[in-house]
C-alpha cells in the first residue's frame, strides 16, 4: 500500500473507530456557513488534530472538526472548517479530508465557500449554484505521482459539478421560494484580495464569483468519482470600477446573514436526494 493510502487508512479508521454513522454525504461548510453542522442529529465531533494526517484549520470562522450524524434523515460527515491553500497547506494537505470522507463512504460532496460577486446582476447576501469553474489558483491539487485505487491520472472536470443535483437545487430553490444565482466560480489562491485590474480579467474570462478554496476539493471529488454540488455565497461585490477594501470580519458577517436561507436550502436539496 502506498503511503498515501496508509495515511487515509489511518484517518479514516480514526474517525471510524469514533462513530458507527456510515455517511453517504460530505459536506464542506466554508467561511461562517459551519453553523449547518450544529444541525446534525446524533453528533459525533472529530476534532481535526485528533486525526492522524489531518491539516488543522487556522482560518477565523472555522471551527476545525468533522460532526458525523444525521441531517434530514441522511448520514452525513461535515466538515466545519475547511483547510485553505493560503493557510501554507500543501494542495495534498488541502484535499486530504475529501479522500477520508470518500473512504469513509461518501458517494456525493457538497461544497460551499464565501465569494465575491463579480457578476454585476449579482448583490452581497445572494446565494449562487456554481456551475463551473475556472482554476486561476496556480495549481492543480492532483499533481505528483497519481494513486489509480483513487482515480485515473487524466481525469475528465468537465461537467464536475453534477448536472442532476444542480437540478435538484434550483427544484428545491424553487419549491421554497428562495432566489438562487448561478455562475462560474473563479479560484485564487488568495490571502490577498484582488486588484481592480484583477477583477476586470477574472469578469472576462467568465467568472461570475471569485473565491479561495472550492476548487482543490472539487478536483479531488471528481478524480475519485464523487457526485458534487457547489452553492457559494455571494458575500460582497468584487466590482473592479467600484472597488471597496474588503475585511474578511465583513464576509463572515454577511455569510452569517445569509445563513439561515443557505441552511433551508442545503436541507431542502438534502431531503430530496
Ligand atoms: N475575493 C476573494 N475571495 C473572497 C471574496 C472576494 O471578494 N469574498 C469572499 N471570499
Redesign the pocket.
Same mark, same amino acid.
Given at each position: 500500500m502506498s503511503d498515501l493510502l496508509k495515511r487515509i487508512e489511518e484517518a479514516r479508521a480514526a474517525v471510524a473507530q469514533r462513530s458507527a454513522v456510515k455517511p453517504a454525504i460530505g459536506l464542506i461548510l466554508g467561511?461562517g456557513l459551519g453553523d449547518l453542522a450544529d444541525q446534525v442529529q446524533a453528533p459525533v465531533h472529530v476534532p481535526y488534530r485528533e486525526i492522524p494526517h489531518f491539516p488543522v484549520s487556522t482560518a477565523p470562522g472555522h471551527a476545525g472538526r468533522l460532526v458525523l450524524g444525521y441531517l434530514e434523515g441522511k448520514p452525513v460527515v461535515a466538515m466545519q472548517g475547511r483547510i485553505h491553500f493560503y493557510e501554507g497547506y500543501t494542495m495534498e494537505q488541502v484535499i486530504f479530508p475529501v479522500r477520508v470522507m470518500r473512504a469513509l463512504g461518501i458517494e456525493t460532496l457538497i461544497v460551499t465557500?464565501?465569494? *465575491? *460577486?463579480l457578476n454585476p446582476a449579482f448583490s452581497a447576501g445572494d446565494l449562487m449554484l456554481i456551475t463551473d469553474h475556472i482554476n486561476t489558483m496556480g495549481q492543480d491539487p492532483l499533481r505528483g505521482p497519481n494513486e489509480e485505487q483513487l482515480g485515473p491520472r487524466f481525469p475528465a472536470i468537465v461537467g464536475a459539478y453534477t448536472p442532476e443535483l444542480r437540478e435538484l437545487a434550483l427544484d428545491t430553490a424553487r419549491e421554497i421560494g428562495i432566489s438562487l444565482q448561478q455562475g462560474v466560480y473563479t479560484a485564487?489562491s *488568495?490571502p490577498s484580495?484582488?486588484t481592480s485590474a484583477e477583477l476586470r480579467m477574472l469578469q472576462r474570462l467568465g467568472g461570475d +464569483? !471569485? *473565491?479561495?478554496?472550492t476548487v482543490p476539493e472539487v478536483i479531488a471529488a471528481r478524480h475519485m468519482g464523487l457526485k458534487v454540488l457547489g452553492i457559494a455565497c455571494?458575500?460582497?461585490? +468584487?466590482l473592479p470600477d467600484a472597488p471597496v477594501v474588503?475585511t474578511?470580519e465583513e !464576509?463572515l458577517e454577511t455569510a452569517e446573514r445569509t445563513k439561515p436561507v443557505f441552511q433551508k436550502l442545503v436541507r431542502g436539496v438534502l431531503r430530496r436526494i
Open positions: 467561511s465557500c464565501a465569494a *465575491g *460577486g485564487i *488568495g484580495f484582488n +464569483a !471569485v *473565491g479561495m478554496s455571494i458575500t460582497d461585490m +468584487a474588503l474578511h !464576509v
